[in-house]
């Protein structure tokens, strides 16, 4: 049965906004990583590469307030420190000293990482006939997705 946030189980919320918030740990994690990655990349590729991992980072600084704000919507606290996002990602932090091909290497991986996060998300969401929730997580998750295919593509 398809429910509203205001229609589902308390046990159903939580498991959704725990899943939503490793998501939006992700999300933070990979939006950082796309930003220091954006301010150290050099070489031939620098011009692409620089905006590349800006349009990333600010798609990223975006859907993170978008999971989270859907947490809130579905009553749940929505974590926001970053020692706890840190401790919970999948995903790795990195000083920013690789190759432009470390980088992306690095990035798309982060990509791909989060993409399945937001797909295990979906089916949560799905379980609980939260289809809002697994609407947005779902599109995130094709955002992340063709990211990584942008990557990817700078590799050959």
Known sequence: MTQTAQQLTVSAKEAICEALNQSVAETAVTTMLAQNFHWNVK???FGPLHALFQQIYEDHFTAQDDLAERVKALGGHAEGQLAVMLKRSKIAE???????????????????????????????????????????????????????????????
């Open 94 to 156: 990195h000083d920013g000293h690789a190759t432009a091909e470390q980088m992306i290497e690095t990035l798309a991986n982060a990509q791909e990482t989060l993409a399945a996060t937001l797909a295990g998300t979906a089916v949560i969401a799905e379980e609980n006939g939260d289809l809002l929730t697994q609407d947005l997580v779902i599109a995130r998750g094709q955002a992340h997705e063709k990211f990584a295919w942008l990557l990817r593509a700078h590799l050959g």
């Open 43 to 45: 070489g031939m590729a």
